[in-house]
């Protein structure tokens, strides 16, 4: 009698959707755009036109279409610039009950703090390129003040936790940092006398990021794939890569007072990190500088400003390169 063939249970109902007859699918709700932003107070493609509000004489913004009620912009929201659309919340609807008459009062709609950002850093380069007077540069200050404000309460990124492997699975793990000696972010290297593995030959950054639930130390190759190794083999084969000194790249802005942080790029439009500059047109900078006996650079912005120390200080002053190279000279 034939031995029977035993039933092996899938790795994963998903891969074999559309290979057993018998299952099948879950049902799946296709929600559409318009219910998103329905369900987020969110109306699309929105232009608007400044108008005078005859009760109060003051510009406001509007915008009125046939298919929907008017928005007029509130006054605490960005300044639009005409003819351009925007995505636009809603903040109160002045009818409820009839969906044309009445009015919205609405905000522009930013996903992130980053993208709320972006008008305001134009704004200010276009200033800077331009100031030349106290009161420009007063109005400068006033911008970046308005930048700090919209960063305070910025929260951290979150710990990635979930890593893609070689074979196509995850890798989760654990809220622990620290364990067997070793801690998140650490970076470490192949023993000499280890005979590496073909996925390890041709690396070149291994990361830990955490453990796994059972105890395994989870690195990140070239910040892509990532391994669990058990603690004995990892003790055994690899080894912490020499630490250098870490430079700093979290200042505080001498205009509004808040943190300025910089990315890990050491140049950038020709200037490098470490490099001096000479002031050459000390009437054009702000007056708060005009003192300042050391111009270095400490790095870039993630938005691409440059961002200068004062004095070998932990304060930084921030330029566009057009800036800068119309301010300073090199040493």
């Known amino acids: 009698m034939p031995e029977s ?4 249970k899938p790795v994963s109902d998903e ?3 559309g290979k057993n007859q018998n299952r099948q699918r879950p049902a799946t709700k296709v929600v559409s755009e318009k219910e998103v932003l329905k369900d987020l107070h969110l109306i699309p493609e929105v232009t608007f ?3 005078k509000n005859k009760k ?3 510009i406001e913004y509007k915008s009125s279409d046939k298919s929907r009620k008017i928005i007029v912009l509130a006054k605490d929201s960005p300044a639009p610039e005409p003819g351009k659309p925007y995505k ?3 903040l109160e609807d002045s009818d409820p009950k009839d969906p044309m008459k009445g009015k919205y009062t609405a905000e522009i709609y930013y996903a992130s703090i980053d993208e709320r950002a972006e008008p305001i850093l134009n704004e200010i380069s276009e200033k800077q390129q331009k100031a030349t007077s106290q009161q420009d540069w007063e109005e400068i200050k006033q ?3 308005k930048l700090g404000e919209l960063y305070k309460g910025k929260e951290k990124k979150e710990r990635q936790m979930e890593f893609d492997t070689f074979s196509g699975r995850k890798i989760k793990v654990t809220e622990e940092t620290e364990k067997h000696g070793y801690h998140v972010e650490q970076k470490v290297k192949a023993k000499k006398d280890f005979k590496v593995s073909s996925i390890l030959e041709h690396v070149k950054d291994i990361t830990i990021v955490g453990f796994n639930d059972i105890g395994d130390t989870v690195v990140q190759l070239d910040q892509d794939k990532a391994i669990a190794i058990s603690p004995h083999f990892f003790n055994r084969n690899f080894e912490l890569v020499e630490e250098k000194e870490e430079r700093q790249v979290i200042f505080t802005d001498s205009r509004t007072g808040a943190p300025v942080e910089l990315t890990r790029e050491l140049e950038k439009y020709n200037f490098k990190v470490d ?8 009437m054009l900078i702000p007056p708060d500088l005009r003192d300042v006996k050391k ?3 400490a790095g870039f912005t993630p938005k691409g400003l440059i961002a200068v120390r004062l004095d070998d200080s932990g304060v930084v002053a921030t330029f566009d390169a057009g800036t800068i190279k119309s301010y300073f000279g090199i040493t």
């Open 5 to 8: 063939k035993k039933e092996t």
């Open 275 to 282: 490099q001096e500059f000479i002031l050459i047109k000390r």
């Open 295 to 297: 111009f270095t650079v």
């Open 15 to 17: 891969i074999n959707f």
């Open 143 to 145: 911008l970046h003040e």
């Open 56 to 58: 109060t004489g003051e």
């Open 88 to 90: 636009v919340r809603v």
């Open 49 to 51: 036109a400044p108008s």
